[in-house]
Each structure stands twice: as structure tokens, then as C-alpha cells.
């Protein structure tokens, strides 16, 4: 596990058509909870990637194995013209059929995993017990709480939490209402199984497929906790040329020498899409030819959406942590299969795609709108370095590994180094938080 970047330019710009047998170096922005790239390239005919028989390396007819579910995506641009990369990304990760996160059992951890994030680390779930209690503290210790998590993954994440609140605040439990937002059955699957100690007959813990499908938690106290989320959002991509912004789309790619069944190619008209970008972006007079820049348009709105439910409840926080940077992002959406990363065209459904989360963008979904002006409070981002370290990282480390034998020490603080190191998560990873105004600043911005 290394926390050192990874590709750029997994994919090539929009204007141009994208070959799916491009080779990915170690030269740019990755996602840091995988491992990385060596500097030798990749080869991308693994025989647990896509190409079963090694021996169609060498053929001129390089094709992977065409699944069901690229037959069906094949039909739907035939039939119905190219699909917008949000689009695309939209039916590859949440499809009820074939669908990444709604089908594929065990992604998450573990060497046949395809990927791990923070919550599979020791330490992370401690920290943020401490957050959501000290935010329950400073709402004024409601008899009421929802807690909510969105993107749960395996449901390690919360089952720590609650855990942690179990031995330090138990009374507590008696107060929360948990909701998890998770639209893939097969993770439910798995939550469910993770938090089975921590339900109750009343339904303590309860599932919804989406932010919307949330109830409105109407003057009762709310934390929302997403870690790892908006990266997995559908994103639109831009690239500019004569004709100004030009959308990013996705077509079918015949062409027997390149291993995808897709392509990346320019919208061959205007796209009123464009005016989902950034004013600042959209407006600027001086963009030279050939920009690219990636809109995570489903993060603005959920942003919006989640800013709204915070409203209506009364007091409310957010807890963002993702990868990111606080500005507009270009090149950074990739696949990524068994901790390596692929092109994002391969094997639609049995990939993860993800792209580096701009919180420039979730700021201005929020600063945007009036009524988040009046009753929200933003703060960051930082590091996730920081945040840690704010809230007592040290501390708990130090607590931990007082009475440890020396074999389990030195894997506590190979824990601490992935969370806390420049070159894992501790740099790459951002924290980013929302709050009503009308309760104490959450820590560590107070």
C-alpha cells in the first residue's frame, strides 16, 4: 500500500478517441488506498483482468471477452446515440442488473478485494467516535440522533463507531437512530451482517437506497458521515476546443486492436451540460485549447440535497473524507480491479471507477444557494493529517500501544503510518464539514 500518486491520465482527452490498451505509468493522481503502480507499465492482459487467454496479446483482434452487460450498453448507444460519461459511469456502478456496487460480492478488503479505504484501518472508527460525540455534546445531547453514513462499504466503518460508543457513551444508544445509505444488495448484505449486534426490534439501524429516499428528520438532530463516497459519484468531463466546452461522451469502440468495447470521443454539437459547470470555469475568457476539466455534477447536487435535510433537521453536521484537492480536477477517473488500476472502459460492471473529489465544487454547490448562506457554517478542507492529529491520533496511538507485544505494536503503527504518512493518506486524503449555525463549531475549526 503506498500513498504516492498514481495515473493522471488514465484516460486520454476527450477531443481525442481513447485507446483502451493505453498503458497507465506512475506519474499522477491516483487513489492513494490502493496499491501502487511500479514504474514499470502495466499490463493490462493480466489474466485476472479482462483477456482470459494470454495468447490474444499477441493477435491482431485484441478484444476482451464481451460480457452480457456490454452487449446491453452496446444496444443502448446504437439505439439510442452515445452516452454522456456521467451516464456511463451511472450504469456501470449502480445498474440493478449488473451494476458494480449492486452485484459484486466482497470489493472491499482483503487480497481478492478490489480496493480497501480507511475504515479497514484500526484507529479511523475511534477517531470519528470522538467526532460524532463531541457534536452530539455541542448540539446539546439531543434524546433524538440520527446518524447517518453514506456509501457504507463493508459496514466496518459504523460497526467501530458504534462499538466505540457502546464502551464510552452508552446511553447514547438508546437516542440513535442509524440510517445507511447503500443502493448495491450485496453490500446491504454485508452491513447487515457487520452490525447484527447493534440491532434492535424496533429497527435501530435502518437501509436506504439513496440520499433521497432519507426520511426528513424534521427538528431532530442529525450527523451525516461520508467516507469515501463522492469519489464513486458520476462525474461529467469537458474538454475545450474551437467550438468552446465540448461534453465528453462514450461510444462504441470497433476497432479490433484496442481491448475496450468503448471509446472516449468529443460531442460532435453543443451541450447545454455545460452550463452545469462553475461559473468560473464556463466564464473564463482565457482558456487555452485543449483544457480538460472534470465536473462532479452528482456531487454538487447531492451536496445540495444533503444541505437541505441538514436544514430541515434542525442541527445538523456533515463529515466529508475523500481524496481531493481543493480545486477543479482534470484526467483523474480510473478503473480499478484487484488493487491495480485498468482502463475505465474495461469490463463495464466489474470495475470500480472513481475520480478525485474537487471540494472547490461542493463548496460553490453550497455557496450558491441562499438558504445554505443563511443556516450553514463550511469548513475546510485539510488534511486528513490534520484532522487526525487534531483530534487525538497521537494519543490513541500511544494508548494502544502501551501494553502491546512487540509484533502487534509494529503493526499498530504500520496502521498509523497509512492514515498519518505524506505519502499514504495522510496528504491526499481531505477533510471537509458542514454545520448548522446554530451550535458550537465542530472540531477541530472551532
Not at 60 to 76: G, I, M, P
Request: charged fraction near 20%.
Amino acid at each position: 500500500m503506498s500513498g504516492r500518486r498514481c495515473p493522471a491520465a488514465v484516460w486520454c482527452p476527450p477531443v481525442r478517441l481513447c485507446s483502451a490498451s493505453t498503458a497507465v505509468t506512475n506519474t499522477g493522481i491516483g487513489r492513494p488506498t490502493r496499491p501502487l503502480l511500479s514504474s514499470n507499465r502495466v499490463n493490462i492482459h493480466h489474466s485476472e483482468m479482462s483477456t482470459p487467454d494470454r495468447a490474444t496479446v499477441n493477435r491482431a483482434d485484441k478484444k476482451e471477452l464481451k460480457s452480457d452487460f456490454t452487449v446491453v450498453l452496446q444496444q443502448k448507444i446504437l439505439t439510442g446515440g452515445y452516452l454522456p460519461l456521467a451516464q456511463y459511469m451511472r450504469e456501470c456502478l449502480g445498474n440493478p442488473d449488473f451494476g458494480y456496487y449492486s452485484t459484486k460480492k466482497q470489493v472491499i478488503g482483503g487480497e481478492r478485494a478490489d480496493f480497501i479505504t480507511a475504515a479497514e484501518i484500526p484507529f479511523f472508527a475511534d477517531i470519528l467516535t470522538g467526532f460524532v460525540l463531541d457534536t452530539w455534546q455541542k448540539m446539546g445531547t439531543p434524546r433524538k440522533f440520527h446518524l447517518v453514513e453514506l456509501g457504507p462499504g463493508k459496514g466496518t466503518l459504523m460497526q467501530g463507531i458504534l462499538r466505540q460508543i457502546m464502551h464510552v457513551q452508552p446511553q447514547l444508544l438508546n437516542f440513535i437512530q442509524v440510517h445507511m445509505v447503500e443502493m448495491g444488495a450485496a453490500r446491504q448484505t454485508e452491513q447487515k451482517s457487520a452490525l447484527k449486534d447493534f440491532q434492535t426490534a424496533a429497527g435501530r439501524i435502518r437501509w436506504h437506497l439513496s440520499l433521497d429516499a432519507l426520511p426528513a428528520f424534521k427538528g431532530e438532530a442529525s450527523l451525516f458521515v461520508c467516507n469515501e463516497w463522492f469519489d464513486a459519484l458520476p462525474i461529467s468531463a469537458y474538454a475545450f476546443t474551437e467550438r468552446g466546452w465540448v461534453e465528453t461522451l462514450v461510444d462504441v469502440d470497433d476497432d479490433p486492436s484496442h481491448e475496450a468495447h468503448f471509446k472516449f470521443v468529443g460531442s460532435p454539437s453543443g451541450s447545454f451540460a455545460s452550463f452545469l459547470m462553475p461559473d468560473e470555469i464556463r466564464l473564463r475568457t482565457d482558456t487555452p485549447m485543449g483544457e480538460t476539466v472534470e465536473v462532479c455534477t452528482h456531487g454538487m447536487a447531492a451536496m445540495e440535497t444533503l444541505a437541505r435535510k441538514m436544514i430541515e433537521s434542525g442541527k445538523s453536521a456533515a463529515l466529508i473524507v475523500d481524496y481531493g484537492k481543493d480545486e477543479h480536477m482534470k484526467d483523474t477517473l480510473r478503473g480499478i480491479r484487484g488493487h491495480k488500476f485498468v482502463h475505465p472502459l474495461l469490463s463495464p460492471g466489474d470495475i470500480d471507477l472513481s475520480a478525485w473529489v474537487s471540494f472547490k465544487q461542493l463548496r460553490w454547490a453550497l455557496e450558491r444557494l441562499p438558504l445554505a448562506q443563511q443556516h450553514l457554517a463550511i469548513h475546510g478542507p485539510m488534511t486528513q493529517q490534520d484532522f487526525l492529529a487534531w483530534n487525538g491520533m497521537d494519543v490513541r496511538l500511544a494508548s494502544a500501544i502501551r501494553d502491546q507485544e512487540t509484533k502487534m505494536a509494529m503493526r499498530m503503527m504500520q496502521n498509523f503510518r497509512r492514515l498519518m504518512d505524506d505519502d499514504e493518506m495522510g496528504k491526499s486524503y481531505k477533510v471537509f464539514a458542514v454545520q448548522t449555525k446554530n451550535f458550537a463549531t465542530v472540531a477541530p475549526w472551532f
